[in-house]
């Protein structure tokens, strides 16, 4: 648990490889999924890799994590921008968490440059596609 790591990407993450690829690139989110997990045996950490486009079930596994996991690494996606309930669930669960983006949203429209995640997270990586996440995760190792 000490070395637990939960990455959870949020709606329409699931639909990469095909959505917007000069935005999103090329890669499907389980190529994704698989540098993830080789990202975290070089470190040495255990990952836990979930998406769901339902901000109930987002809210459900953030509630849980603090029993398992030691981290929360989050791409919200379109919820990041509008969920307050995210917002209370990640405030409540008292672990670090770290906000990724595959595109660099300040870039992009204005209603992208609003996130209900920063204020409470450790840090923010975007615009770095998947090597967002690979930064996270290292950002993690260092945390734990
Ligand atoms: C992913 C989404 O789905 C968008 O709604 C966000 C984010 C940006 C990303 O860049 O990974 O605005």
């Not at 770095?128 to 930064?135: I, P």
Request: with cysteine; net charge neutral; aromatic share 8%.
């Amino acid at each position: 648990m000490s070395n637990s790591v939960i990455i959870i990407n949020g709606p329409n993450l699931n639909m990469l490889g095909n959505r917007e690829p000069e935005v999103y690139g090329n890669e499907t989110l389980e190529d994704v999924e698989k540098k993830c997990l080789a990202w975290a045996k070089e470190l040495g950490l255990e990952i836990k890799f979930r998406q769901s486009n339902s901000e109930g079930e987002i809210v459900g596994w953030i509630q849980k994590s603090s029993s398992s996991f030691a981290v929360i690494i989050i791409n919200a996606g379109a919820y990041t921008h509008t969920s307050i309930a995210i917002h209370d669930a990640l405030k409540c669960c008292g672990l670090p968490v770290l906000e990724v983006h595959l595109s660099n949203v300040f870039q992009r429209e204005s209603f992208r440059h609003v996130s209900y995640i920063s204020n409470l997270a450790k840090g923010v990586i975007c615009g770095f596609g998947s090597q967002g996440y690979e930064f996270a995760l290292r950002a993690a190792a260092k945390l734990l």
